[in-house]
Structure formats: structure tokens, C-alpha cells
């Protein structure tokens, strides 16, 4: 039997509840992947550069679902699809052909993709939280923002000279912004049945 309730609820609803799980599996994507460059001691730029770029584009895929996480103004709505669209890009320039450059040149480019994509993502969910007041986990998105921003900060000024370097860092990194981003799913996810059903 179907109920008023399961009636109005729409699309955009359903992925209002269900978005934590997103948030969720993203986290869980960080903390599997810096795990696996971490323990992986013969990474090539090759390698590295795919790895990064799946988890790039993955994030940027859960990103744009996240956007109907709770409820947003049209601002932060664009700005979270705007987010999203820079870290597909920005994960695709990851599969780069890196045999027409030089290994310094290559783990700088790498990092300077990563540490952009970081701090737009940073930027997005710092700016989210301080914006709703009600926005379920809104402490957690505060400081994962500035988490993301000062990752993506120190990626982009940290001089690497290679990629062993990079992949330390930015592996232990992905572990812990992946810690904190599942926290952060779970905030969301108690907080989602104040969702309101207008969304």
C-alpha cells in the first residue's frame, strides 16, 4: 500500500536521505586508496597519476549527488555542481600521457591537480556550512573544509621532488580526510529526517 508520504516524495528527496551513503562511500574510496598508495613502494607517476584520477573522478560523481544532500539555495547548489564539474575535470587531466614530460615536471602538475581540486572542494563545504545554520553535521563540514583547503594548500606550495614524496603525503592525507568524511556521513545521516519534504 502506498502512502501519502512515499507519494510526495520525489527524486530530489529520496537523494536528500540517501546522500550520506554518498559522503559515505567517498570516504571509504580516501581511505582505501591512500592505504593502497602508502603500502604500494613501486609507484610509478604512471600509476600514481590513474589512482588519483579514479578517485578524482569518483569523488566528482559522488559530489554531484551530495549537491542534493540537504536543503540549498540555488547559490549553493550551483556552487556544489560547480565543485563537482572541476574535480571530474580536474581527475581526468590525472590519466595524462606523462612520457612527454620529466618526472619533476609530471609529480608537480600531479600535485598541483590535486591540491586545486582539494581546495575547491574545501572551499564548497567550508562555505556550506557556515552558510545553513541547520545543515545536518555543520560543524564537521566546517572543519573538513579546512581540512580540504590546508591539504590542498600544502599539495600545491610543498616543492616534491618525487613521486614517493607526493604519494607519503598524499596518502596520509586521503586517510585522514577520508576518516573525517565518513564521520561526516554519519552526522548527515542523523540529522536527515529533518529534511524537509519541499525539497
Sequence with gaps: MTTKEEVSEGPVHALARSAWQSILVTGLLSVVLGILILAWPGKTILVAGVLFGIYLVVSGLFQLIAAFAVHLSAGMR??????A???????????????????????LLL?????ISWIFRGVSTLITGLSLDGMPGRGWAIFFGVVLVIGGG?????????IVALTLVAG????????????SAFQVKSGAGRVPNAL
Design 111 to 115: 600535485a598541483i591537480w590535486i591540491g
Design 85 to 107: 564539474i572541476l574535480t571530474l575535470v580536474l581527475g581526468f587531466l590525472c590519466f595524462h600521457n606523462w612520457r612527454d614530460q620529466g618526472e619533476a615536471t609530471a609529480v
Design 172 to 183: 596520509w592525507w586521503l586517510i585522514f580526510i577520508g576518516i573525517f568524511e565518513m564521520v
Design 78 to 83: 550551483i556552487l556544489g555542481f560547480i565543485t
Design 154 to 162: 600544502w599539495l600545491i606550495a610543498a616543492p616534491f621532488h618525487s
